[in-house]
């Protein structure tokens, strides 16, 4: 008789914990939009939440430390006249936000240190270039102030923010509506799911397809993409009897998918988030309770199932917080950011470990805050790689702040903040300091040494 053989992994037992109640944000009123966004948007300072509003569109934007009861008169981003669909916080520079609106506009917003104090109406820029409701975000991972957006009028834009301009407008692409939008790891492609059950790869300066794939699910309901390792594509959809699937395409072999599982029959859109460091893609289903994760390897079936953490109540959003904000010395791999009707639950995953030391298989370098490349550059043809930094001592701060230019004025600089394992609001550190801790950190110990030294030649 065979003996089965269980794969080896180092993610095997990854788990989800939910964090107590004093350490969530509670008593905020989440939007009630039927809209498939994230509704919430993560980084190592803030957090920010899309809330209901009468008469307009606002969300809220919370210091990770502020948690608790979030009082009714707390202030909030409200200058939108419609609806907020989608928040999405700038890579490069922490205190900078975008959003999209069913008024057809999107702003781009300066958030002060420390959180606002005020009510903010005036944006840092307004982009207006969409005829109908803008739902989709993303700012580009490498090039400074550039953003894609997506809108309901089937139109895909590329803006250089620093400028306020449209430089790339994408309006014939696409048949119907764009259900997700996203770049690959550099930059240098786009990736599209849309209503006409078709997934494309775009080239961003060019606005052409590069490749395209129609019905990678058989259902038609909403399908979501992203790019993942080696600029492979994962979909998840929904089969022809509304089962809820999973799948893993080679664009270079677009015929056949690499492998598609079916999940369940819940109804449900899946919104995948990948993590390129430890290879695994966590699963979060509008409505569901839990959250999937798979891992993704070179070897069949390429996505393997790990595990699952389910909560008590189901999400109605979800952030994810980057790699440079987690709390390395508790082996932290992935922290999100699960929205509830009235609360906002952080729920930690953590591969367990005995060791308190940096583990280095669980973090690689990681991409770090700062651009390789500026958007006048990137749109004349330049790619930049993703600029990589290391996590160890839990430190992830640049060699300079990213600054926010509008029109040749200088906004005041920030400085990008990293998760500091006492508190989860951070505190802004930078490399100079933490060189000279550290070397001050180690004369302590080569005194104590001397130290028990010399007593044990006494004795």
């Known amino acids: 008789m065979s003996r089965k053989v269980v794969r080896s992994s180092k993610f095997r037992h990854v788990f989800g914990q939910g964090l107590k109640a004093d350490q969530c944000y509670d008593d905020i009123r989440i939007s009630q939009m039927t809209w498939d966004s994230n509704f ?9 939440m899309i809330v209901d509003a009468s008469g307009g569109g606002s969300f809220i934007v919370l210091p990770l430390s502020k948690t608790g009861r979030i009082d009714m008169s707390y202030p909030t981003v409200c200058g939108h006249t419609g609806p907020v669909l989608d928040i999405e916080f700038c890579p490069h520079n ?21 959180g606002l104090t005020s009510p903010l109406s005036e944006p840092v820029v307004k982009l207006e270039g969409h005829s109908k409701r803008v739902g989709i975000l993303s700012w580009h991972p490498t090039a400074h102030n550039v953003l894609m957006t997506a ?6 834009i590329l803006w250089n923010v620093a400028r306020g301009q449209e430089m790339v407008r994408m309006d014939t692409v696409h048949t119907d509506l764009i259900y997700s939008a996203c770049w690959n790891r550099d930059g240098s492609q786009i990736l599209t799911a849309c209503k006409d059950k078709t997934l494309r790869v775009l080239d961003p300066r060019k606005g052409t397809v590069i490749t395209e794939k129609e019905k990678p699910h058989e259902g ?20 022809r009897m509304s089962e809820r699937q999973v799948a893993l395409w080679d ?28 290879g695994i893609v966590f699963l979060c289903g509008k409505g569901d309770t839990s959250i999937r994760y798979f891992e993704i390897t070179d070897e069949a079936p390429f996505v393997h199932y790990l595990s699952m953490y389910s909560g008590k109540e189901s999400q109605k959003g979800m952030g994810y917080m980057p790699k440079r904000g987690l709390e390395v ?16 639950e952080p729920v930690v995953m953590t591969v367990p470990r005995k060791s308190d030391l940096f583990q280095e298989d669980l973090y690689p370098n990681t991409i770090g805050p700062e ?12 790619d930049g790689q993703p600029i990589m930094i290391s996590l160890k001592d839990g430190i992830a701060a640049p060699t300079k702040s990213s600054e ?28 100079e300091i933490e060189s000279l801790r550290n070397e001050v950190k180690q004369l302590r110990e080569a005194l104590e040494a001397l130290t028990k030294t010399c007593h044990a030649l006494r004795e």
């Open 329 to 344: 010395n508790k082996c932290e791999i992935a922290r999100f950011y699960k929205l509830h009707d009235r609360k906002c």
């Open 151 to 156: 809108g309901c009028d089937n139109v895909l």
């Open 40 to 48: 919430c948007t993560v980084n190592p300072k803030f957090v920010a």
């Open 404 to 431: 926010f230019k509008l029109n040749k004025t200088l906004l005041k600089s920030t400085t990008v903040c990293v998760g500091d394992q006492g508190n989860r609001g951070g505190v802004r550190k930078t490399v």
């Open 94 to 114: 922490d205190n900078i936000i975008a959003s999209g609106s069913e008024d057809c506009s999107v702003m781009i917003w300066e958030i002060p240190e420390g």
């Open 220 to 239: 038609s309901r909403p399908v979501r993409a992203l790019f993942v390792s080696d600029n492979k594509i994962l979909s998840t959809g929904f089969s």
């Open 251 to 278: 664009p270079n072999r677009f015929g056949e998918p690499l492998t598609l599982q079916e999940l369940d029959t819940s109804s449900g859109v899946l919104l995948p988030f990948f993590d390129p460091d430890t």
């Open 371 to 382: 651009p390789s490349v500026e958007a006048d550059d990137w749109f004349d043809g330049k």
